[in-house]
């Protein structure tokens, strides 16, 4: 029987990252589907029909034929139907939500960036790198702040902001940030690699389509 589901995305890619650690966390086999998007695939018809913006992840979930895009989109929805990672309440939901968005406006955006012009993928001025480590930084003090005698992000136990999360914060070193003067940060990622199923980047996402074992 075929594994419930598949994943496109590219092995560099961040937000595909979150998502391939979710089904990984939860236990859940997947089909990992590697688009060529140096041949421009993710903008052909066949993706876009599935993934309007033209970009990875896409999820498809065969239980019911839905294409999932946008990795908060995709760990909420996977959260909610397999009842994991959710929070243990409604205010643990509403906060992992919270951080969800705060990620995407003052952590990923600064991170993402500053890694593909380290990596010369989207080459850019100093002055434009040196702005989103400024930012980045910013955004990981306020994240190292709140870890502070915490073990995960929201409540007891590991929610979806932490997979959003960890799935930045992973990036951050080859991005070019020093995370030493962050103890909070560190302790929690040692915590976040250890969880039963975690795997890395290069584990979950290979640089060809795979099907599930
Ligand atoms: N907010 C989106 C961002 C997705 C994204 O930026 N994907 C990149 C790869 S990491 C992409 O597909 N880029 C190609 C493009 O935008 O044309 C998410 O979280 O899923």
């Given amino acids: 029987m075929p594994a419930r589901f598949e994943l496109h995305g590219i092995a560099f890619s961040g937000p595909t990252y979150k998502v391939g650690l979710m089904l990984a966390l939860a236990g859940e086999p997947f089909d990992y589907v590697?688009?060529?998007?140096?041949?421009?695939?993710?903008?052909?018809?066949?993706?876009?029909?599935?993934?309007?913006?033209?970009?990875?992840?896409?999820?498809?979930?065969?239980?019911?034929g839905r294409h999932l895009?946008?990795?908060?989109?995709?760990?909420?929805?996977?959260?909610?139907?397999?009842?994991?990672?959710?929070?243990?309440?409604?205010?643990?939901?509403?906060?992992?939500?919270?951080?969800?968005?705060?990620?995407?406006?003052?952590?990923?955006?600064?991170?993402?960036?500053?890694?593909?012009?380290?990596?010369?993928?989207?080459?850019?001025?100093?002055?434009?790198?040196?702005?989103?480590?400024?930012?980045?930084?910013?955004a990981l003090k306020v994240l190292d702040?709140?870890?502070?005698?915490?073990?995960?992000?929201?409540?007891?136990?590991?929610?979806?902001?932490?997979?959003?999360?960890?799935?930045?914060v992973a990036y951050a070193e080859e991005a070019g940030f020093d995370l030493s003067a962050y103890s909070n940060i560190q302790s929690w990622m040692k915590r976040f690699e250890a969880l039963p199923g975690f795997a890395s980047t290069k584990a979950l996402l290979p640089m060809e389509s795979r099907v599930a074992a």
């Avoid at 995960?152 to 959003?164: K, M, N």
């Fill in 145 to 168: 702040q709140h870890l502070a005698g915490r073990n995960w992000i929201v409540g007891e136990g590991v929610t979806i902001a932490d997979i959003d999360i960890y799935g930045v």
């Fill in 34 to 64: 590697h688009l060529n998007m140096m041949q421009g695939e993710h903008k052909q018809p066949a993706h876009l029909s599935k993934q309007r913006y033209g970009q990875v992840p896409l999820l498809t979930d065969r239980n019911n």
């Fill in 69 to 138: 895009c946008q990795s908060a989109a995709i760990l909420e929805y996977l959260s909610d139907t397999l009842g994991k990672f959710g929070g243990a309440t409604l205010d643990e939901r509403l906060q992992a939500r919270e951080w969800l968005y705060w990620d995407f406006d003052r952590l990923a955006s600064q991170i993402y960036r500053a890694r593909t012009i380290k990596l010369g993928i989207r080459p850019a001025p100093p002055e434009v790198y040196d702005a989103h480590i400024a930012g980045g930084n910013a």
